[in-house]
T-cell receptor, first 113, second 111 residues
Framework: DTGVSQNPRHKITKRGQNVTFRCDPISEHNRLYWYRQTLGQGPEFLTYFQNEAQLEKSRLLSDRFSAERPKGSFSTLEIQRTEQGDSAMYLC???????????FGSGTQLSVL | LAKTTQPISMDSYEGQEVNITCSHNNIATNDYITWYQQFPSQGPRFIIQGYKTKVTNEVASLFIPADRKSSTLSLPRVSLSDTAVYYCLVGGTGGGNKLTFGTGTQLKVEL
């Protein structure tokens, strides 16, 4: 399977705990995006990497959120001190062309109790 | 940022052609128009992309008028499995915040 892979698919955590999600993009893609989606809403942009450089970060992203993409390959998204409002589907997408055609993973569904 | 406006929902019957229009009045010169399909609990899936005029692939057609301020996704002969949310996205090189999703159009196909 050469698509975008996200792990885990589901994560249940207690409020205040830290969680980390992983995304493996399509291997030849140099652009990687993280989005968050809640029920009934479209995906909300969180951050964007071109290779290992984090080029854009949404102002909606609090300092509890951090993302990395070491060596320009896989990426991780960490949420510290989780809150119930962080419950959502976290989507990763990658792109390899200038027209920014996005290929999404299946997402990680986070539930904060 | 090129904001998009789509109908919230549409209903159709199997075998009919469905046209979903998206307005993007502030589209920039280097922006492409891309449509995605999303099923529950899955990530959006690329359907079709265009810059101007008409684009057709094996699943859909995309019509873009000369002023590029709107676009229409056309799904020929829909089936029950086409029931999904459809998103119109405008953006060009550089990515990031330009790739902003709206609330999409919920298409419901019935027998």
């Amino acid at each position: 399977d050469t698509g975008v892979s996200q792990n885990p698919r589901h994560k249940i955590t207690k409020r205040g705990q830290n969680v980390t999600f992983r995304c493996d993009p399509i291997s030849e893609h140099n652009r990687l995006y993280w989005y968050r989606q809640t029920l009934g809403q479209g995906p909300e942009f969180l951050t964007y990497f071109q290779n290992e450089a984090q080029l854009e970060k949404s102002r909606l992203l609090s300092d509890r959120f951090s993302a990395e993409r070491p060596k320009g390959s896989f990426s991780t998204l960490e949420i510290q001190r989780t809150e119930q409002g962080d419950s959502a589907m976290y989507l990763c997408a990658s792109s390899g062309d200038v027209a920014e055609k996005l290929f999404f993973g299946s997402g990680t569904q986070l539930s904060v109790l | 940022l090129a904001k998009t406006t789509q109908p919230i929902s549409m209903d159709s019957y199997e075998g009919q052609e469905v046209n979903i229009t998206c307005s993007h009045n502030n589209i920039a010169t280097n922006d492409y128009i891309t449509w995605y399909q999303q099923f529950p609990s899955q990530g959006p899936r690329f359907i079709i992309q265009g810059y101007k005029t008409k684009v057709t692939n094996e699943v859909a057609s995309l019509f873009i008028p000369a002023d590029r301020k709107s676009s229409t996704l056309s799904l020929p002969r829909v089936s029950l499995s086409d029931t999904a949310v459809y998103y119109c996205l405008v953006g060009g090189t550089g990515g990031g915040n330009k790739l902003t999703f709206g609330t999409g159009t919920q298409l419901k196909v019935e027998l």
